[in-house]
């Protein structure tokens, strides 16, 4: 008996869990990424509980997507200098020899450097590769994106991992990339969980709407 309520406890737990994790999520993917800060810095313990569910949805997938990328450092010189725009717990900079700037909202690893990734400590035109691994979350896309491109080298490298679902328009999308200062390098769409995108800065991000800039939220279902 006590052990039947027990794991019916356990039960409840997990959907409570799962439906905190997909209330935040939806508040991550349709807020500012200002919002966003604003609301871990609030509750830092609605973070730890999002990347619980975070780290248990990417479980279920074939392939981490930062593993990719990991790979595609692995190939490329060790004295790169990157920047990992929403790191979370740093598996990237763990993974490679390369200097990497990791910027979360909250530290999960003491590598982090806590800020809103549209405004990152770092100096103008300073990093050879920008990432963005499942991490282009906030509705400010194209502040976030004028972000990475202000700390980039030109002909820097910018990777952007992201869920497949999430892409409404894939070809306005990589145009209006080219609106803010970024050449397609590489398009992979093999996985079907999430496409793999390569830019090379061509310049500063010109001014001006780029409406083919959305994606959408990213919205995970109840299990
Ligand atoms: N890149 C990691 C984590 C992806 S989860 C990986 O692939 O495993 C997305 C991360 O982006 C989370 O850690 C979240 O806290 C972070 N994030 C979301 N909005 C942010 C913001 N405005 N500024 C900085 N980090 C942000």
Redesign the pocket.
């Known amino acids: 008996r006590s052990g039947r309520s027990a794991a019916l406890r356990a039960r409840m737990e997990e959907r409570l869990l799962g439906a905190r994790f997909r209330y935040l999520n939806q508040q991550?993917y349709t807020g500012s990424?200002?919002d966003?800060?604003r609301l871990?810095r609030a509750d830092p313990a609605a973070?730890h509980l999002?990347?619980r569910g975070?780290e248990r949805q990417?479980r279920r997938w074939p392939e981490?997507?930062?593993q990719r990328i990991v790979r595609y450092l692995r190939r490329r010189p060790a004295s790169l200098v990157v920047a990992?725009?929403?790191?979370?717990?740093c598996?990237?900079a763990a993974s490679v020899k390369n200097q990497v700037h990791c910027?979360?909202?909250?530290p999960?690893s003491p590598r982090v450097t806590v800020?809103?990734?549209?405004k990152v400590p770092l100096a103008a035109e300073s990093v050879d590769v920008a990432?963005?691994?499942?991490?282009l979350?906030?509705t400010n896309l194209q502040e976030?994106l004028g972000e990475a491109n202000r700390v980039l080298k030109l002909g820097g490298t910018l990777m952007v991992?992201e869920v497949a679902s999430r892409f409404e328009d894939t070809r306005a999308f990589l145009k209006a990339m080219t609106q803010l200062g970024f050449r397609t390098v590489s398009k992979d769409f093999s996985s079907s969980y999430f496409y793999l995108l390569e830019f090379a800065k061509t310049g500063p991000a010109r001014p001006g709407p780029a409406p083919g800039l959305r994606l959408r939220p990213c919205l995970y279902k109840r299990r």
């Open positions: 991550l990424s200002q966003a800060a871990f973070f999002y990347h975070f990417v981490r997507p930062v990992d725009f929403g790191c979370g717990d598996t990237l910027f979360d909202l909250v999960l800020c809103d990734m549209a990432v963005f691994c499942l991490a979350m906030g976030i991992a």
